[in-house]
């Protein structure tokens, strides 16, 4: 197929379109700054999908596509609300309106679990409706929000395909969102357990993630369309043993430094504060929605997933776990 990766200088973008690359798809990238995917010889455009500006970019890109995979966005815990409307539902609307326009037939619109996480327990659960008002700070809000305007693109009569894809924690050698901030703190010694840290949470090995989007680009408009599937590696751990793992991969200590419930969250209010009214961008040790995330448990039910997309994980967690470390030089 001809396919367009927008999003491909993040992590997950850029593994994907090398897997659709290697099994002999015709793929260009686009996102904002060079992806080094040209060299790989993979046809590149530059251009911000949240700028109006570039809307005959993001036209001239989609035409003659036979689907598009839509990961860009802007990932963050802070920032201004205008931001991640901006890049997240200003950007979605253009692909939407690009595939429309040129006939594109499928669009695998890349979500988050966090699209349907309110603050509660998800436990063994399959992808719930994404849900703007009870989304958790900016980027889930306006992911969900983008993932609604996705999914309502769906039709049989203008012919465009649209699947949702909720990957979970994406991670793995090169990840600059997760294991190296991770690893950042923990060298620095400011790398907390909280509470017991015996939530379960369940995680995706980046090239698990990247099968499971190609799985998603063929099963769109054939076995799957219009609605919402959430990816994950299907093997729920521990809080404290995910953090401990990453560390020993990065050759350092278990975490030792332990904060209770209820003082993470305050910590959280006031840190989310501090950084609202002073308009910092730089990563804060703490929010609320962290404390959320690594207190409360989230894993899923992957049947429907597995069978619509007729996709299981290969690598998974101890092979994944084995190939952070060798990253790191640390077996």
Same mark, same amino acid.
């Given at each position: 197929?001809? %396919?367009?990766?927008?999003?491909?200088?993040?992590?997950?973008?850029?593994?994907?379109?090398?897997?659709?690359?290697?099994?002999? !798809? #015709?793929?260009?990238?686009?996102?904002?700054? =060079?992806?080094?995917?040209? #060299?790989?010889?993979?046809?590149?455009? @530059?251009?911000?999908?949240?700028?109006?500006?570039?809307?005959?970019?993001?036209?001239?890109?989609?035409?003659?596509? +036979?689907?598009?995979?839509?990961?860009?966005? /802007?990932? !963050?815990?802070?920032?201004?609300?205008?931001?991640?409307?901006?890049?997240?539902?200003?950007?979605?609307?253009?692909?939407?309106?690009?595939?429309?326009?040129?006939?594109?037939?499928?669009?695998?619109?890349?979500?988050? =679990?966090?699209?349907?996480?309110?603050?509660?327990? @998800?436990?063994?659960?399959?992808?719930?409706? *994404? +849900?703007?008002?009870?989304?958790?700070?900016?980027?889930?809000?306006? /992911?969900?929000?983008?993932?609604?305007?996705?999914?309502?693109?769906?039709?049989?009569?203008?012919?465009?395909?649209?699947?949702?894809?909720?990957?979970?924690?994406?991670?793995? =050698?090169?990840?600059?969102?997760?294991?190296?901030?991770?690893?950042?703190?923990?060298? *620095?010694?400011?790398?907390?357990?909280?509470?017991?840290?015996?939530?379960?949470? &369940?995680?995706?090995?980046?090239? &698990?993630?990247?099968?499971?989007?190609?799985?998603?680009?063929?099963?769109?408009?054939?076995?799957?369309?219009?609605?919402?599937?959430?990816?994950?590696?299907?093997?729920?751990?521990?809080?404290?043993?995910?953090?401990?793992?990453?560390?020993?991969? *990065?050759?350092?200590?278990?975490?030792?430094?332990?904060?209770? %419930?209820?003082?993470?969250?305050?910590?959280?209010?006031?840190?989310?504060?501090?950084?609202?009214? $002073?308009?910092?961008?730089?990563?804060?040790?703490?929010?609320?929605?962290?404390?959320?995330?690594? $207190?409360?448990?989230?894993?899923? &039910?992957?049947?429907?997933?597995?069978?619509?997309?007729?996709?299981?994980?290969?690598?998974?967690?101890?092979?994944?776990?084995?190939?952070?470390?060798?990253?790191?030089?640390?077996?």
């Amino acid at each position: 197929m001809r %396919v367009l990766v927008t999003g491909a200088s993040g992590l997950l973008g850029a593994t994907t379109a090398r897997a659709l690359a290697a099994r002999g !798809d #015709d793929v260009t990238v686009m996102q904002r700054r =060079p992806s080094g995917l040209a #060299d790989a010889g993979l046809r590149e455009v @530059l251009a911000d999908l949240g700028d109006p500006a570039s809307a005959g970019l993001v036209r001239g890109a989609a035409r003659g596509q +036979d689907a598009v995979l839509h990961l860009a966005a /802007k990932v !963050d815990v802070v920032g201004p609300a205008i931001d991640f409307e901006r890049a997240n539902v200003g950007g979605t609307r253009a692909v939407v309106d690009a595939c429309r326009a040129e006939g594109v037939g499928r669009l695998v619109q890349v979500s988050s =679990p966090s699209v349907a996480h309110a603050g509660d327990a @998800l436990v063994g659960v399959g992808a719930g409706p *994404a +849900d703007p008002a009870s989304a958790r700070g900016h980027y889930a809000r306006t /992911k969900a929000v983008s993932e609604l305007l996705a999914l309502d693109a769906d039709s049989a009569t203008t012919g465009l395909a649209v699947l949702a894809v909720r990957p979970h924690l994406v991670w793995g =050698p090169g990840d600059t969102q997760l294991v190296a901030r991770l690893v950042e703190r923990a060298r *620095a010694g400011r790398l907390p357990v909280l509470g017991a840290g015996t939530a379960l949470i &369940d995680t995706t090995y980046v090239d &698990d993630a990247a099968d499971a989007l190609v799985a998603a680009v063929d099963a769109c408009g054939v076995s799957a369309r219009g609605e919402a599937l959430v990816v994950s590696g299907g093997e729920p751990r521990t809080v404290a043993e995910i953090l401990t793992r990453v560390c020993r991969a *990065a050759g350092l200590p278990a975490p030792r430094l332990r904060l209770p %419930v209820p003082v993470a969250r305050a910590a959280g209010a006031v840190v989310d504060g501090v950084w609202a009214a $002073t308009r910092r961008t730089d990563t804060p040790p703490l929010t609320r929605f962290l404390v959320e995330q690594l $207190t409360t448990a989230h894993w899923f &039910d992957q049947r429907r997933t597995r069978e619509l997309l007729a996709w299981t994980p290969a690598v998974g967690l101890d092979e994944g776990f084995r190939r952070l470390a060798a990253s790191y030089g640390t077996t």
